[in-house]
C-alpha cells in the first residue's frame, strides 16, 4: 500500500513540475490559501456568534482556536510518534516550497486544519461549506503537488481535523451555553 502512495504522490508532484502554471497554483495553495480559509472563519464565526451571548470578539476567537488547536495537537502527537519523513526528504527530491520549519509528514497538519475548520463551518454556517471544502482540497491537493506530503498524509489529516475539529467545537459550543 505504502508503494501506491508513493507512487500516487510521486507522480502527482511531477506532473506539477512540469507546468509554470500549477508550480504557482501548487506554491499558492500549498503556503497561502489557508490563511485566506483562517480568516475567513475568523469573520464568520465573529459574524454568527458575535450576538449578545458573546459580550467581546475575543471569546469567539478563542472558541474557534480550541476548535483547531485539539485537532492539531492530536495531529502533532502522531507526527512525533510516527516521524515518518516527508516525500523530499526521503527521495532527495526538490520541493516546490521550502519549509521553514520541517516536521515529520503523516499526518498532513495542513489537511487537519483545514477540514477543522470545515467542520466548524458546517456547524455554524452549513451554507458556506462548499466554499470552504472547495478552498481545503486545494490546499490538500497543493500539499501533495509541491512535493511535501504523501496522499495518505492529507487523507488521515483531513480525517482527524473533520471528526476532531467538528466534536471538540461542539463540546466547547455546549460546555459554554
Known amino acids: 500500500m505504502e508503494n501506491i502512495d508513493h507512487k500516487i504522490s510521486h507522480a502527482v508532484a511531477d506532473f506539477t513540475k512540469r507546468s509554470k ?4 497554483l501548487a506554491v499558492l495553495g500549498a503556503v ?3 490563511w485566506l480559509m483562517a480568516g475567513m472563519l475568523v469573520v464568520v464565526t465573529m459574524a454568527t456568534l458575535g450576538g449578545p451571548r458573546w459580550p467581546t470578539s475575543w471569546g469567539t476567537v478563542t472558541l474557534l482556536l480550541d476548535g483547531m488547536l485539539v485537532p492539531w495537537g492530536i495531529t502533532m502527537l502522531i507526527e512525533y510518534s510516527i516521524g ?8 532527495g527530491r526538490k520541493a516546490l516550497i521550502d519549509m521553514a520549519i520541517v516536521t515529520p509528514s503523516f499526518p498532513s497538519g495542513h489537511a487537519t486544519m483545514t477540514f477543522a475548520m470545515c467542520a466548524i463551518i458546517a456547524q455554524m454556517r452549513p451554507e458556506m461549506l462548499c466554499v470552504f471544502l472547495a478552498l481545503a482540497i486545494v490546499v490538500v491537493v497543493s500539499r501533495v503537488a509541491a512535493g511535501v506530503h504523501f496522499v495518505s498524509d492529507i487523507l488521515v489529516g ?3 481535523g473533520w471528526f476532531v475539529g467538528g ?5 466547547l459550543i455546549s460546555y459554554l451555553n
Open 158 to 160: 483531513a480525517a482527524i
Open 32 to 34: 497561502e490559501i489557508i
Open 21 to 24: 502554471f500549477l508550480s504557482k
Open 167 to 171: 466534536y471538540a467545537f461542539l463540546s
Open 84 to 91: 515518518r519523513a516527508r516525500p523530499f526528504q526521503r527521495e
